[in-house]
């Protein structure tokens, strides 16, 4: 089990930056576990389906075409957390963003159904 609580969302102005954190708990989250975990960031604008943003394993990354350059995911074993710096930002970034975690493989991935668990997700609203 992995618990994930997202934190650092807010309203900004286009360019603007903002720092979403996402801390896991959890037996498949203690000691070493964490590191070992697939991690990646979601997004859900309204009315629209959950999207795939970036997402993390220990020997790489990956993101999405409409991200990639302005958006940088990262983690911190130690803390058990992972971030998603996001600069530049654009009014089209405006969404739910959700963190998710999985423990069944470690190849990235870009699927929803690649991922086990979720958090409940943070709002961030760009305004122009």
């Known amino acids: 089990q992995v618990q994930l609580v997202e934190s650092g969302g807010g309203t900004v102005q286009t360019g603007a930056s903002l720092r979403l954190s996402c801390a896991a708990s959890g037996a498949a989250a203690s000691g070493d576990s964490f590191g070992r975990l697939k991690m990646g960031w979601f997004r859900q604008a309204p009315g629209k389906e959950r999207e795939f943003v970036a997402a993390m394993v220990w020997d790489g990354s990956t993101y999405s075409d409409s991200v990639r350059g302005r958006f940088t995911i990262s983690k911190d074993n130690a803390e058990k957390s992972v971030y998603l710096q996001m600069d530049s930002l654009k009014p089209e970034d405006t969404a739910v963003y959700y963190c998710?975690?999985?423990?069944?493989?470690?190849?990235?991935?870009?699927?929803?159904?690649?991922?086990?668990?979720w958090g409940q997700g943070i709002q961030v609203i760009v305004s122009s």
């Open positions: 998710a975690a999985d423990t069944r493989t470690s190849l990235l991935a870009h699927s929803r159904e690649d991922y086990e668990y």
